[in-house]
DNA sequence: TATTGTTATACTCTATAACTATA
DNA sequence: TATAGTTATAGAGTATAACAATA
């Protein structure tokens, strides 16, 4: 929690009164209010790591608005591409996704031809997960988009060291903490 | 979406899926599975950025258990005390939380009697929030908490330098990305 | 008996519209 | 008329239990 989309109009209408003046009398609220002191806040690892992820998921799903692929859709694309011949247990659970959670996130996959499931013939219970002709070429461009529009954007931000070393120290507490 | 929390069972048996041997002759399934590839899902920033939120504000959550505060209350807290004299919006606008969602999280805190809405003398409309005495003193706590038991663990992990380097870094993605 | 995929369901978080009381 | 707080509500995301088919 703590932090959600930060409200569009909200956030304007905040940054309106924020650019306000500098010193309102403080007697009987007139004019604009002064900006708000974030104090320890900025300091606070889960507000800051809350308040970038949802900027870098609504960067991602602008960027990604002309093939309709959420964060998530596009790691499953992802993961099928890299491990073709597992199951659906196998690909939602290392994704972190409860499978009963899984089913329709698929289906919505499956009714727009971008990913397969076919009953396995090992073992009939389980299905395995692949994509299809329109799913790999749909990957396909959702990688270039997400290389040239995304993940690109966080290069000219902190340049190229600083943003590997950002990705392993995520990575490091995402294994680790 | 993409990732949610881990889990806690599948990742369990993800992590014995994982560990066990290593060269399944592949053929007839008979064991246990290999590991799944994550591939470029290991470099996508926002995969890594969620995974390693959910981790945070698990850590957040269990640190905090013996007084019962989730990040977004404490981030109220937080900005309640270092904000006096605000109201509603102000402070719910700051932290990106929507005016109507505010409600309810403020009912809480107040029913605990950790902190209060008092009427605005110069404008009838408005509550301004104040700490209570008993707020203070569980806000105290807290912040001891987060900085013995949670941020700690940042300092261990990362070490003091990268972890201001971290922060930093996410600061710029939260407000320039 | 155990597991896979599934349904049903519930709870949290987020979002929008509209009401009330003030201004 | 506009704004602050509120209510109602809807939609995601996440969580658990239980069922049918299969092992």
Do not use: W
């Amino acid at each position: 929690m703590t932090v959600s989309k930060p409200a569009e109009k909200s956030a304007e209408k905040a940054s309106e009164a924020t650019k306000g003046r500098k010193e309102a009398p403080e007697g009987q609220s007139q004019g604009l209010a002064e900006a708000l002191q974030l104090g320890e806040l900025s300091e606070q690892l889960g507000y800051v790591l809350k308040r970038a992820q949802l900027k870098v998921f609504e960067n991602f799903l602008r960027c990604m608005a002309s093939l309709q692929l959420t964060p998530a859709q596009f790691s499953v694309l992802l993961l099928v591409e890299k491990n073709p011949g597992r199951n659906q247990t196998e690909i939602a659970s290392t994704l972190g996704i409860l499978r009963p959670n899984f089913v329709a996130l698929l289906d919505n996959l499956e009714s727009r031809d971008l990913c397969a499931r076919i009953r396995s013939t090992n073992d009939r219970r389980s299905h395995i997960l692949v994509l299809t002709d329109k799913g790999k070429a749909v990957l396909t461009r959702a990688k270039k988009l997400v290389a040239t529009k995304h993940e690109s954007r966080l290069n000219e931000l902190l340049g190229q060291a600083n943003r590997e070393a950002l990705l392993g120290m995520l990575s490091k507490i995402a294994n680790e903490f």
